[in-house]
């Protein structure tokens, strides 16, 4: 009897202290509350979009442990503008509102997005100017308006070497042209000086010969050029792409770029017609410079170049058109800038 009677108060005691840990976890669970939201933000409350694009918005809960976190987003004009989980995707010209709603509290907060017409892509000024590995020749012509010989055969000999094709032709008036640039002549003959009138140089030997010329139009070049313009107001603007391969060797090198007019209708000696037309005279130089300026280049790297030359009113525009040509400066040499590699944008008239 007394160990039965043992037993049953274990048994009782035990159970008292299960029934008083269920009442004590019952009465802690009754007392756990929830979390209530008391306000919400978003990330942005303007934006801009063009057509197509998207925009992800976020919403912020107050409080940031707040027990339920479920939001509802909507819009005031699908047409404009739709939102999906916070994502926001422009759909036509216009303005939208979207809304974010909590839905504990019916907490809201509200971002104006204003869709633009699709951005149209920024125009590539170099579009179509691919440089063609090809060695053009240079041939500078010191003539005047005043010079027999240079209408008598100096004419012809500059018209045949052009006639060749990719050959640069700058014809460099002397005093007494009406043509006449001191600042072109002195500057070209600064270093490739003339002995007498005409006189050419072919890149960077004086010479007549068609043979010196082609000598130098089969190198094997080592830059090109593309190169266009187009007349804008007063200006001529020129864009260029130079290209350099591999044997391009290091040194100090010069880009030139100038501006050459056709047609100028006035008296040649040596030439009897009288609707005589100058061709290729040089009328100004980039920033006055005959042989350019500096510019940093290495091989087997493609460069691009934009520059504007003011046109002289006397001018005409349709008539002008751009020199591009690159040099080496090599000091103690004879010329100094050696020719590396032309183009020009003339259009046969």
């Not at 907060?109 to 053009?136: A, F, H, M, S």
């Not at 008598?152 to 060749?164: A, L």
């Not at 068609?210 to 089969?218: K, V």
Request: net charge neutral; aromatic share 10%; proline share 3%.
């Amino acid at each position: 009897m007394p160990q039965l009677f043992l037993k049953l108060n274990i048994m009782k005691r035990n159970f008292l202290i299960i029934a008083t840990a269920i009442l004590l976890l019952g009465v802690t669970m009754g007392c756990t509350k929830d979390i209530i939201v008391t306000g919400v933000t978003l990330n942005k409350t303007d934006i801009t979009l063009s057509v197509g694009e998207t925009e992800n918005l976020t919403a912020i809960i107050f409080p940031g442990n707040a027990t339920n976190q479920t939001v509802n987003w909507t819009s005031d004009n699908s047409v404009v503008a739709t939102v999906v989980n916070g994502i926001v995707t422009a759909k036509e010209v216009g303005i939208a509102i979207i809304t974010v709603l909590t839905i504990d509290g019916g907490y809201t907060e509200k971002c104006t997005v204003t869709v633009t017409p699709i951005k149209e892509p920024e125009p590539d000024l170099w579009e179509g100017l691919n440089p063609v590995k090809t060695q053009w020749g240079l041939v500078i012509n010191y003539t005047a308006s005043w010079c027999v010989y240079c209408g008598q055969w100096g004419v012809s000999y500059m018209n045949n070497f052009i006639s060749k094709g990719n050959v640069v032709g700058i014809a460099c008036k002397a005093s007494g042209d009406i043509s006449y640039n001191s600042v072109i002549f002195n500057g070209f003959n600064g270093d490739r000086p003339t002995d007498g009138y005409p006189t050419f140089w072919i890149g960077d030997t004086e010479s007549t010969s068609s043979g010196t010329l082609n000598t130098l139009m089969s190198r094997t070049p080592t830059a090109a050029f593309a190169a266009k313009h187009e007349i804008k107001g007063d200006s001529l603007i020129v864009y260029a792409v130079l290209n350099t391969y591999s044997d391009l060797a290091s040194g100090d090198y010069y880009l030139s770029v100038g501006v050459l007019e056709d047609g100028l209708h006035y008296g040649q000696a040596g030439i009897s017609d009288p609707d005589y037309r100058h061709k290729y005279v040089a009328r100004k130089q980039y920033e006055d410079l005959a042989y350019g300026e500096t510019t940093n280049i290495q091989a087997n790297t493609t460069y691009k170049y934009r520059h504007a030359i003011k046109l002289e009113s006397a001018w005409e525009k349709s008539n002008c058109y751009a020199t591009v040509v690159l040099y080496k400066k090599e000091s103690g040499a004879k010329p100094n800038y050696k020719f590396i590699n032309g183009f020009w944008t003339r259009k046969t008239l």
